[in-house]
Structures are given as C-alpha cells and as structure tokens.
C-alpha cells in the first residue's frame, strides 16, 4: 500500500524515530510502514491519521486505487 508518510514527518522536521515516538512503535515500524513494507493495523492507521490531522484516506492509498 503506498502512502505519504515520509514526506507528511519530513515536512515536519521529524525523524523515524520522533515519529515512531509519537505513535509508540519501533523505527524499524516506522521504515517498513514508510517502504511499503508493512501495511499498519487498523488502530495504527487511525493513530497516523490522527497525528497529522488528516483522514486515513489522505495518507495511505487503496492497493486497488493505485491502477
């Protein structure tokens, strides 16, 4: 699933790890979720979502929505 993680904690001036801080998650996490990876759980999403002020949709693109 591709999403725009690294460029929404970039844009903040944060680091995986500042990130995986505020989410309470590892780096690594961080860095799979940012590669495509690792899709996040669904309460991870929202906790995503969340910290950025946006909707789930707005970060991270349906694998169908991608064709």
């Not at 790890?17 to 690594?28: F, K, M, Y």
């Not at 979720?33 to 996040?40: C, V």
């Amino acid at each position: 699933m591709k999403n725009s993680l690294r460029e929404l904690r970039a844009a903040r001036g944060w680091s995986q790890g500042d990130l995986a801080e505020r989410l309470d998650v590892s780096r690594q996490s961080v860095n799979a979720i940012e590669t495509g990876r690792y899709d996040p759980s669904l309460p991870l999403a929202f906790r995503i979502a969340e910290l950025f002020g946006l909707t789930i949709e707005e970060i991270f693109t349906s694998p169908s929505k991608e064709q």
